[in-house]
């Protein structure tokens, strides 16, 4: 288990004390004839980075996981260059980058980043929707990389601080939807884009993968040809992603999306089935007889794990400090808790249906589609979309007047627009080539390179490689992303159903009853936390010295959260969830 680092800086030695400084106790490798370049392996940190490998005068390190090898492997053999026997996979995708280009990479199916050295320079290679995730920075005259954001924070060249527009940001949609960080300076690499950094300090990116719109017109009354090629590559991105020889691993919530996956897995996979449910208790709306009925009817062995308030507030701050970027998601010890079970039951492997809202469409979209039916541009109340959307998150965005200090808010008067994370998506000027022409497909675009990349998968990736698991998500696929974007958007919200198509192609595995009832999701006791087995922990982080110190709140406005004055309990609790999350990963980091 390991993460990757490397520098390109005027010597090698001083790559190699740059390099030594992030903790790289791992032997690194400098190319024949580049001096002051080198890569190398974080040993001390969870993660599935290997290397570093060579081919055709390139050295590079990876933490690259592909899912469809054969179609790289004949792309090789049209150009009559084979990989040698037992190639790896980060060895396999630096050859077709090296032969094929930005092309190569982007017939790459997979989760993946990739730190090449190649000539003068350093190319930082980043997969399709950002299943991993890759930061780099530049200081004292070098350019350095890893998938360790706390090895850069270990830089003292760099020295590193709390960047105070991505508290904002982070306040405002519960992750940080971009390319910043919360550490200045350092920055994170966007997902489908090759970004080669240039010992000048200059740098220049590609892109070579960006989902487009391509729907034919006019629609097809009979939806049955989407139906039936969805199944396929539903079918395809699944099995593609099933263990060898082993027990497949589905986290299984009870709603559609990883019902799917649990029902695909079950049919396609040659060995059993283990699925994994989480539980508040019984006295809590939870979609348990759901996850339940879809076991039973895929003949899985079910697992239900109970968590406890207790359990939270005892390893909230552990959860904290294992992401890179916090997560405002309650879910987050439960989610490690997961990744525990499937590892203490011998998996390598644990699939999810993370992906149907962001890709196909789910409720969250529907505050937008109204605001827009009822919008009346010019009148005073009127917001543009990209407003309106930050508006929609109902996180802390609205309360940033009363939750910050005076000298935060003054710090950040001159900051850019938050909107500036959404707007290229939504407005009608913004997004250049790739901008989508619906509203439905402009809001998923947003949510896929935003929530997905920045908040889903990265929360994934990293709680189950903390545990030695690869978690993995069918949903995601590209070519299933590629088909969704080329669906009428009246195939996927169609009438008062949501995600209709992805319904329908998967229909014949499932109980109707799981496939038609509305979405519900399980309700997570934030606010009983809070009151309960958070409450002292929340008081001694959120009103202590160290908090006070750093300035970002004010007091007695989160002592107001805490009393529960306000709003309604359930969002107020959300709101200070945020702050307490926020509070934890910074002392985890140092900040």
């Not at 939807?177 to 590609?206: F, K, M, N």
């Amino acid at each position: 288990m390991a993460r990757l680092c490397a520098c390109l800086a005027a010597t090698t030695g001083q790559a190699r004390a740059h390099l030594d400084a992030m903790g790289a106790l791992g032997p690194g490798h400098t190319p024949a004839g580049v001096p002051g370049a080198e890569v190398s392996l974080l040993t001390g940190e969870t993660g599935h980075a290997d290397g570093p490998f060579t081919a055709y005068g390139r050295t590079a390190v990876g933490e690259v996981t592909l899912h469809n090898r054969p179609v790289l492997l004949a792309a090789l053999a049209e150009r009559s260059a084979p990989p040698p026997p037992g190639c790896s996979d980060g060895e396999l995708l630096l050859r077709c980058w090296a032969l094929l280009g930005d092309a190569g990479v982007a017939r790459a199916e997979g989760m993946f980043v990739l730190a090449v050295l190649d000539g003068q320079d350093l190319v930082l290679i980043r997969d399709h929707v950002g299943a991993r995730t890759l930061f780099y920075a530049r200081a004292d005259g070098a350019w350095a990389a890893s998938t360790s954001l706390r090895a850069l924070r270990r830089w003292p060249a760099l020295g590193t601080s709390m960047n105070l527009s991505a508290v904002r940001s982070f306040l405002t949609f519960a992750y940080l939807p971009g390319e910043e960080t919360l550490l200045t300076g350092v920055r994170e690499l966007l997902p489908g884009r090759v970004l080669r950094l240039h010992r000048d300090g200059t740098s220049t990116e590609t892109v070579h993968w960006e989902p487009r719109e391509r729907i034919e017109r006019p629609t097809p009354e009979d939806p049955t040809g989407h139906v039936l090629e969805l199944r396929a590559l539903l079918e395809r991105a699944t099995a593609s992603r099933l263990p060898v020889a082993e027990p497949a691993a589905v986290l299984l919530s009870g709603g559609i999306d990883s019902s799917l996956v649990t029902a695909l897995a079950a049919k396609l996979h040659s060995h059993p089935v283990h699925t994994y449910s989480i539980s508040f208790g019984d006295d809590l709306p939870n979609e348990l007889g759901y996850s339940g009925l879809v076991a039973t009817h895929c003949h899985t062995r079910h697992q239900v794990l109970n968590v406890s308030g207790e359990a939270v507030a005892a390893r909230l701050a552990e959860a904290a400090a294992l992401l890179d970027s916090p997560v405002g998601d309650p879910l987050t010890v439960p989610n490690l808790m997961l990744a525990e079970a499937v590892a203490a039951d011998g998996a390598s492997v644990v699939l999810n249906g993370e992906g149907g809202d962001p890709v196909f469409g789910g409720p969250k979209n529907l505050p937008m589609l109204v605001q827009e039916m009822h919008r009346t541009p010019g009148a005073p109340w009127d917001e543009d979309r990209a407003t309106a959307y930050l508006r929609s998150y109902r996180k802390c965005w609205t309360d940033l007047p009363d939750l910050l200090t005076a000298p935060a808010l003054a710090a950040l008067r001159d900051a850019p627009p938050l909107e500036r994370h959404v707007a290229p998506y939504l407005t009608a000027d913004g997004g250049g080539p790739y901008r989508m022409g619906h509203l439905l497909n402009q809001l998923l675009h947003c949510n896929l390179r935003t929530k997905g990349a920045h908040h889903i998968l990265t929360k994934v990736e990293r709680l189950t490689s903390s545990q030695g698991v690869e978690g993995r998500s069918p949903l995601f696929d590209r070519s299933v992303v590629d088909h969704a974007f080329a669906t009428p958007p009246s195939f996927k919200l169609r009438g008062t159903a949501e995600k209709w198509i992805l319904k329908e192609a998967v229909r014949d595995l499932l109980p109707d009853t799981v496939v038609d009832r509305p979405k519900s999701g399980m309700r997570v006791p934030v606010q009983q936390w809070l009151t309960g087995p958070l409450r002292d922990l929340g008081q001694d982080l959120l009103l202590g010295p160290t908090s006070r110190q750093r300035g970002l709140f004010r007091q007695e406005t989160v002592r107001a959260w805490m009393r529960g004055d306000g709003a309604l309990l359930p969002r107020q609790g959300g709101k200070l969830w945020l702050v307490l999350t926020l509070e934890l990963w910074l002392r985890s980091y140092e900040v």
